[in-house]
């Protein structure tokens, strides 16, 4: 039971969820060692959205606005950490919601669905092919889901998996707290941030935003500005500390 007092709550209930996701295979144990990666990342950030990823999460709700098909691709963390945020997202984007593993089995997948589906996901489903020339599963996908999308978001992604959606042509939305990551390097637009804080200001934004706005955020994105913000960020934050 972890107090509501408790100064670290938020990120130890979120470490709660994830513990007992595993427990239903939504979450793979390798998952447990991704968060904690992001975790440190976000000590580094203070735990709280900057500046620069909430302009990064608003050219995000442009891109997923103008898109012709827009597609959010779900992992098992991101099932277990925004099931509820990303449902909400969808109404308000229209994109479509694939399920994308990379410690793919048949019953993950199965259970991961059915937790969206559980939330009111409307889900790209059926049979998926090697779409995306990778040697591992991220390379399975729909036709009518990524295959297929112009704009895909992918919280928590895999780097040679961002770089082979790039060079198919897609624009690519990535949330990862690691400025330093091969995903980050290689997005369209990478969001230095965490998914539970990420997700909901992109749904914000999806309701909040003119059609003026929206053109001029789409019109030139600069998506390495984000990753310098980040690590500027980072680098007065620890000196601050050394002060
Ligand atoms: N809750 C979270 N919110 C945002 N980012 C997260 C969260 N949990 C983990 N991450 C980040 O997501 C990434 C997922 O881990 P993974 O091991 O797939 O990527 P990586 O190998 O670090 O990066 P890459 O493959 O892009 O080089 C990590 O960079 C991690 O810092
Ligand atoms: C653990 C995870 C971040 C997600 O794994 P999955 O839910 O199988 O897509 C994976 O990409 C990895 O880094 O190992
Ligand atoms: N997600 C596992 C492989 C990678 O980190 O790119």
Redesign the pocket.
């Known amino acids: 039971m972890i107090p509501e007092s408790h100064p670290r709550y938020r990120s130890l209930i979120i470490r709660e969820r994830l513990a007992a996701s595993t427990k239903t295979g939504v979450v793979s144990l390798e998952g447990l060692t991704?968060?904690g990666?992001?975790e440190a990342?976000d000590y580094l950030l203070g735990e709280k959205t900057t500046e620069s990823a909430l302009r990064a999460e608003k050219i995000a709700a442009a891109l997923l606005l103008v898109a012709r098909h827009p597609v959010i691709s779900v992992n098992g963390?991101t099932a277990a950490?925004v099931a509820k945020e990303i449902a909400e997202l969808q109404v308000i984007s229209k994109a479509r919601v694939e399920v994308n593993l990379?410690h793919r089995t048949d019953e993950r997948v199965k259970v991961i669905s059915n937790l969206l589906k559980d939330q009111g996901i409307t889900l790209v489903e059926g049979d998926v092919s090697r779409y995306i020339p990778l040697d591992h599963d991220r390379g399975l996908c729909h036709f009518d889901g990524m295959y297929s999308a112009d704009v895909i978001l992918v919280?928590?992604?895999?780097?040679?998996r961002?770089q082979a959606l790039i060079a198919m042509g897609k624009k690519v939305i990535a949330?990862?707290?690691?400025p330093l990551?091969?995903?980050?390097k290689v997005a369209t637009v990478p969001i230095i941030?965490?998914?539970?804080r990420a997700i909901p200001n992109i749904t914000h934004f999806c309701k909040e935003l003119c059609s003026e706005e929206i053109q001029e955020l789409t019109q030139t994105i600069n998506g390495s500005e984000f990753i310098k913000d980040a690590l500027e960020y980072i680098r007065e934050r620890l000196l601050d500390v050394l002060d």
Not at 181 to 184: K, Q, V
Request: proline share 4%.
């Open positions: 991704a968060h990666r992001g990342f963390n950490l990379f919280p928590l992604e895999d780097g040679d961002a949330i990862d707290l690691n990551s091969r995903t980050s941030d965490e998914v539970t």
